[in-house]
Structures are given as C-alpha cells and as structure tokens.
C-alpha cells in the first residue's frame, strides 16, 4: 500500500516559513512583498483559484491585488494594466489567471509581463533560465511536485521518471527540473503509442494529462512514487485526478491524492516565488534573476 504524500501538510509548513520570512523583509524594506492576480471574464473555477490565492497572500503578510475585469475585456485594455503592473513599486510578482476569453492572445499576455515579476515562470526568459539550469523564476506546479518528492525522501537523481503531459505550464518545465536533479527523463502525451509500456518504466511518474482517470494500475511500476498533477471536474462538481486512485494506491510506493497533493503546494510556491522577486528587486547584494 503506497505512501500518501500529504499535500495540504507540506504546503502549511511552506506557508509559515513564508509569514516568518515576510516579517523579517518587511523590518528590513520598510514594506511587505507585493502579489497581483489579474482575473478575465468569470470562469467559475478561476474565480476560485483567484480567492484561494488571495486569501493565501493575504494570511502570509502579503500586500494582495485582484483585478477583476470583464469577460469582454479588449486584448489592449488587459496589456495596459499590465504595463501599470510592471511599473507599480508595490507589487513584485503578478500572474494572469488562465483561461482567457478567446479575443485574448495567451501569448501576446505572457510577453507583456515583465520577466522579474513573473511569478508564474512563463515568460520567455525564465523559460529559457530554466532550459540553462540558472538562477530564476520556475513555474509554481512543477516546483511543488519537487517539494513534495524531497518531503517523501524520494530523490530523482539516477532514477527514471516519466512525465505524461507536454504543456508548457507543467510537462515542459517539470520534465527540465527532474532532468536537472538528476533523474533520466521520457515525456508521454496523447500520441505516445503503447504508454503502459513507456509509464512502467518510471520510478516517478508525474501524471499531468488533464484526462481524468488515464492512469491505472497497469500503468505503473510496483513501488513508484506517483504525482497526480491532473484536477478535473467531474459531473458531480467533485475534483478527480487523471491517476485512479484506489487502483494504484496498492502498487505505488508513493502517491498524491485529489484534492490535497499538489494544488496545495501550487499556491505555496506562488508565494515563495513572490517573496523571491521581491528579495531580487529590492536588494542591490543579491542578483536579479534576469540580470
């Protein structure tokens, strides 16, 4: 029977680590690190990751933004609130809640933020720090998937870990941070053929497909730590995770419920990587991670 890896409890001690860090910067910069989450439209399930946010921020000591704009809001009027954002001194980190509305460019958004308070790692150049292994701004999911590997004493250096999902939020840049701690790396998506085949190779397997229910038992090696990054909604409004988890729980050796795993250490690292831009920005003695 696998190890659950609790996400929830991991994420809480990230959390008071970030409220005592934030009293200390506030004593030495005269002002607390500075978040912004920019909503488009009323997606329901945006609009609550947004308040999760929000209220995560707020009970860490952070200065908390949300811009709430209109579902028709034009692509011109968005990218100007960006501009503000990226000249606003009170605010180091900011990030646009996806989806947007089809008359959006997704990537036109990403471009316009300014890389040092890009708290989500999207944009080109903290994109391409993590391609050269540097210092930087990494995405907040597959840094929680790292953090919760080292909270269960599973060390990737030398295994072999296989992401199913190629998305540039998460299969992407989780396959370049396991890659970079060591672990030999294979990246499976929707054309992989035979995939039992190539997941049963893993050691670490990181689901991240957005398909709920893709994994089985068949589809993992007997005591492998399995991460299920996938948070669909199911006709009942539940959450359900692409990995079926009473099917696997009896192989793996470890593994992340639905809700409770991942979702908890997203928000923990968007704070981490907030409280970071700010230490960046604000201090002269430490390097900027776009310098």
């Given at each position: 029977m696998a190890k659950i890896i609790d996400g929830k409890e991991?994420?809480?001690?990230?959390?008071?680590?970030?409220?005592?860090?934030?009293?200390?910067?506030r004593a030495r910069y005269g002002r607390p690190p500075g978040l912004a989450v920019v909503l488009v439209g009323?997606?329901?399930?945006?609009?609550?990751?947004?308040?999760?946010?929000?209220?995560?921020?707020?009970?860490?000591?952070?200065?908390?933004?949300?811009?709430?704009?209109?579902?028709?809001?034009?692509?011109?009027?968005?990218?100007?609130?960006?501009?503000?954002?990226?000249?606003?001194?009170?605010?180091?980190?900011?990030?646009?809640?996806l989806p947007l509305p089809p008359q959006?460019?997704?990537?036109?958004?990403?471009?316009?933020?300014?890389?040092?308070?890009?708290?989500?790692?999207?944009?080109?150049?903290?994109?391409?720090?993590?391609?050269?292994g540097v210092q930087g701004l990494r995405p907040c999911t597959p840094q929680g998937v790292m953090e919760l590997l080292r909270s269960a004493g599973v060390e990737p250096d030398g295994k072999e870990a296989v992401v199913v999902g190629r998305s540039a939020i998460v299969g992407k840049p989780m396959a370049?941070?396991?890659?970079?701690?060591?672990?030999?790396?294979?990246?499976?998506?929707?054309?992989?053929?035979n995939l039992p085949d190539v997941t049963r190779r893993a050691d670490i397997l990181v689901v991240a497909a957005g398909r709920a229910g893709l994994i089985g038992s068949e589809h993992v090696k007997p005591?492998?730590?399995?991460?299920?990054?996938?948070?669909?909604r199911g006709e009942d409004g539940k959450l359900k995770g692409d990995v079926r988890f009473s099917e696997v729980e009896p192989v793996a050796g470890f593994i992340t419920p639905v809700p409770g795993g991942v979702g908890p250490m997203t928000i923990a690292l968007l704070l981490r990587n907030c409280l970071e831009a700010m230490k960046w920005r604000s201090s002269a003695s430490l390097k900027s991670p776009v310098s």
């Open positions: 991991v994420a809480r001690g990230f959390r008071e680590g970030i409220a005592e860090e934030t009293k200390r910067v009323d997606d329901p399930a945006s609009a609550v990751y947004v308040r999760n946010k929000e209220r995560a921020a707020k009970e860490v000591g952070f200065h908390s933004e949300v811009h709430r704009l209109p579902a028709d809001t034009t692509q011109q009027a968005l990218l100007q609130l960006l501009d503000q954002l990226n000249r606003a001194e009170e605010i180091d980190g900011y990030l646009v809640q959006i460019d997704p990537q036109a958004v990403v471009r316009a933020i300014d890389p040092e308070k890009d708290v989500d790692g999207l944009t080109p150049v903290q994109a391409g720090r993590l391609l050269l370049h941070l396991l890659l970079g701690a060591g672990a030999t790396v294979t990246i499976a998506h929707s054309h992989t053929r005591g492998a730590a399995v991460i299920d990054v996938g948070t669909n």
